[in-house]
């Protein structure tokens, strides 16, 4: 079974942006909702963006105005655009459908530090 391939991670300094993507080639991504998650050392992984198959949107809190997400199915690939990053962004975040259906991949390290 195969598993998305998230990019786009990097050291970044406070109020700082990055675009990450998320490519899930022949798993069958327009047809699910999907989700951007993430991980910091010690929590448990949480999903900080959500994106329905019709394009409806939600976030967490702590993102809502900073976080974008985003869908290109032609590309089978999910964005998450993120400005004005904050330490408290620090994570590995990783992409899946909303029922975890996928093999999780490696995700990408997004660390924000001056």
């Known amino acids: 079974q195969g598993h998305p391939v998230e990019s786009g991670g990097g050291l970044v300094q406070p109020g700082g942006s990055l675009r990450l993507s998320c490519v899930a080639f022949g798993m069958f991504f327009s047809g699910y909702g999907m989700g951007w998650y993430r991980q910091a050392p010690g929590n448990q992984r949480e999903l900080v963006a959500q994106?329905?198959?019709?394009?409806?949107?939600d976030y967490i809190d702590s993102v809502k105005g900073r976080f974008t997400i985003s869908r290109d199915n032609a590309k089978e690939t999910l964005y998450l655009q993120m400005h004005n990053l904050k330490p408290e962004d620090t994570a590995f975040y990783y992409c899946?459908?909303?029922?975890?259906?996928?093999?999780w991949g490696q995700g990408t390290q997004v660390t924000v530090s001056s």
């Open positions: 994106m329905s198959a019709h394009g409806s949107t």
């Open positions: 899946n459908t909303l029922s975890r259906d996928w093999v």
